[in-house]
């Protein structure tokens, strides 16, 4: 069994939710990476997702534009990025999720692209451009070695989320709203809508997660009631990352994960 | 090619789309596809296409030139003398009349020069409907006039301040407001790039310049020799090329070398570029070593894109097509020497074209005939090439 699909058994088994944390590696340094995880982990988030920079994230909002910059304008190369993501194992057994864009596994070729990857310590990957009908390749380089997370939007057909929930393994991304990461237009009954729709789908075979704009204890708590299985926040970390001194990243980072982790945990 | 289903030439094309864009691309597929051989469809395009924006365009025998370069007779298919002065009318007047077909009531662009903003403007002003134009900060600057008659023509322009501020990030940024406004927004893509159906459709637009040719050919002699058109995302190119693949015409494509295709200053994708997926597509691209798209250059904003339509790396892949370059340096030759034996200002887009056609007619026979498709006029380029004059031409 998978880091992430033993996470949601032990989650469930405890009747929480669970929070994912997203963050990207190398934004500002790889100091703050660090710091960041360990704050991540001591509030208690379940998963992480740790982003590599591509030139031109197209689904993401301004925020993670910037940190993508940033990052690469900091020289992340993915030698750097693996050997991080090592040093994290190293600490933790949290699942470790890596989100980036198809052109850098394909550059590299998914086979050797994986195996490097996994053999870091990464448990599933998340291509927002990757769509079912390319992912032939990707598929087959990832069977049995990582899980594939696959996108879902609210106006995703039936039939479709029925093919993307086959294809998908660790969980169903459900993004929140229609805009770019960071989006902020509040929890829309859209949203809420699609969750009991997707749910009703995927029939507690695939945990499903809401991303895209989720960035208070508030908004974690309203889509946990709506259903879903997991939150995933973005934009909120980098945020906090960008305004916090180094001495203070890991306290605060914590802190904050603790107000989110709190509203999963059902009481 | 004619229409391929699985939206692939050969391994190119495809569509890497974030989900939130398949149903809005699926419901572009499904319309493109009912309305591009109806009857009242394509007599409304073509009655606008002749009355409107001044099809078909003549096909010039530029004796001077010509004469000038002691080779082949050099043909100029005259794309520039449409309404605002390039080939992207052809397009924007499909994609706007589909979109009204569709109900879409805003349109939204990327532009890198400004032609195809300029021509998307023009488009939903005379079919009554909204437009936003988005284009890199740095061709806001080196195209403003465009930039003006985009205002005029009541289309709101976004200054796309992102990476390398020029055409790729202002697709990326459409690509974003598409996303955010999915429901009531048609995207009106300029070139022959990005997800399936988009290359196509862009193309069979286009395909108008390479059909007018055949037939204008055919009243000359034959079928032409050598067919010349620039490259950057490919539109004109596709459009000239793609009707005339099944003749014998050798065909040739002209990149932007910049300032050469060793320094890193350039934007010659088939020249000098591997595999990758962006935009949508999987096709050539300048990149680094670990995929990250790198920054392009080029004197012409039009060609400054790191990607290219991925029926032209399939031509380039089968060996149909050559794909060949142009420094900046004789791309302002050409653009002088055009200028100044016949009179005729072109795009340094264009120019690019003109600078191959005077390199293969030296080498060619007096009986052979060169067709180059003269895609924009150079009107907005004037600064620019004055710009350029003033630093580089000591007297």
């Known amino acids: 069994m998978s880091r992430i699909k033993e996470k949601f058994a032990e989650l469930s088994a405890k009747k929480e939710k669970a929070l994912i944390a997203y963050i990207m590696v190398g934004y500002p340094n790889e100091n703050a990476t660090i710091s960041a995880v360990r704050g991540l982990i001591k509030g208690g988030a379940d998963i992480i997702e740790l982003g590599f920079p591509f030139s031109d994230p197209l689904a993401d909002g301004p925020i993670i534009q910037n940190a993508s910059t940033v990052s690469l304008d900091n020289g992340t190369k993915l030698n750097k990025f693996f050997n991080i993501v090592k040093k994290i194992r190293k600490e933790t057994d949290i699942p470790l999720i890596l989100m980036t864009y198809t052109n850098i596994l394909y550059h590299k070729g998914y086979s050797k692209f994986i195996v490097e990857a996994k053999n870091a310590g990464i448990d599933g990957f998340i291509l927002p451009d990757m769509s079912i009908e390319e992912s032939k390749e990707y598929l087959a380089s990832a069977k049995n070695a990582a899980d594939t997370i696959f996108l879902i939007s609210p106006n995703t057909t039936k039939s479709r989320i029925e093919r993307i929930t086959k294809l998908s393994s660790g969980f169903l991304y459900l993004v929140a709203v229609y805009g770019t990461t960071g989006v902020k237009i509040g929890i829309q009954n859209y949203t809420l809508n699609a969750i009991k729709e997707v749910k009703k789908i995927t029939k507690g075979k695939l945990p499903v997660g809401v991303g895209f704009g989720v960035s208070t204890p508030e908004d974690v708590k309203k889509y946990i009631k709506a259903g879903a299985d997991a939150v995933i926040v973005g934009s909120a970390f980098l945020k906090l990352i960008e305004k916090t001194p180094q001495n203070k990243l890991e306290s605060s980072i914590a802190t904050f994960t603790k107000s989110l982790k709190r509203q999963t945990v059902q009481t | ?395």
């Open chain 2, 1 to 395: 090619m004619k229409y391929p289903k699985d939206g692939r030439f050969g391994e190119f094309g495809g569509k890497y789309i974030p989900e939130t864009l398949v149903p809005a691309i699926e419901e572009l597929e499904e319309n493109y596809l009912k309305f591009k051989d109806n009857k009242d469809f394509k007599r409304e395009l073509d009655y606008y296409l002749k009355q409107y924006a001044g099809r078909p365009t003549p096909l010039y025998y530029a004796k001077n030139l010509s004469e000038k370069c002691g080779g082949a007779k050099i043909y100029l298919k005259r794309e520039d003398l449409l309404h605002g002065g390039a080939h992207k009318i052809n397009n924007t007047l499909g994609q706007a009349l589909l979109a009204k077909k569709m109900n879409k009531k805003r349109i939204i662009a990327e532009t890198g020069a400004g032609q195809h903003g300029v021509a998307t403007a023009m488009a939903c002003a005379v079919l009554g409907m909204k437009s936003e134009v988005y284009m890199g900060y740095k061709d806001t600057i080196r195209q403003k006039l465009n930039v003006y008659r985009m205002n005029m023509l009541g289309a709101k322009v976004h200054p796309v301040k992102s990476g390398s501020k020029t055409l790729k990030d202002a697709i990326n940024e459409a690509i974003r407001d598409w996303i955010t406004n999915v429901e009531s927004t048609y995207y009106l893509l300029g070139s022959a790039v990005g997800p399936h159906p988009y290359p196509v459709m862009v193309r069979d637009f286009q395909s108008v310049i390479g059909e007018e040719i055949k037939v204008q050919m055919k009243k000359i002699s034959k079928t032409p020799d050598i067919v010349i058109a620039c490259v950057g995302g490919g539109s004109n190119a596709i459009g000239t090329f793609y009707p005339l693949v099944d003749t014998n015409a050798e065909i040739i494509g002209v990149e932007a070398a910049g300032k050469g295709l060793k320094s890193k200053y350039h934007s010659a994708t088939l020249s000098a570029g591997s595999k990758g997926v962006l935009h949508g597509m999987m096709t050539y691209l300048l990149q680094d070593d670990e995929g990250q798209i790198t920054e392009t250059h080029s004197i012409s904003a039009g060609l400054d894109y790191p990607g290219v339509g991925p029926e032209h790396s399939y031509l380039k892949d089968t060996k149909r097509v050559k794909y060949h370059s142009a420094t900046d340096a004789e791309v302002i030759d050409a653009f002088l020497m055009l200028t100044r034996t016949e009179g005729i200002i072109p795009a340094l887009e264009s120019a690019h074209a003109i600078a191959e056609a005077m390199k293969v007619a030296k080498k060619s026979k007096k009986s052979e005939s060169i067709v180059v498709t003269l895609s924009g006029r150079g009107d907005k380029d004037v600064e620019e090439v004055q710009k350029y004059l003033s630093k580089h031409v000591k007297n």
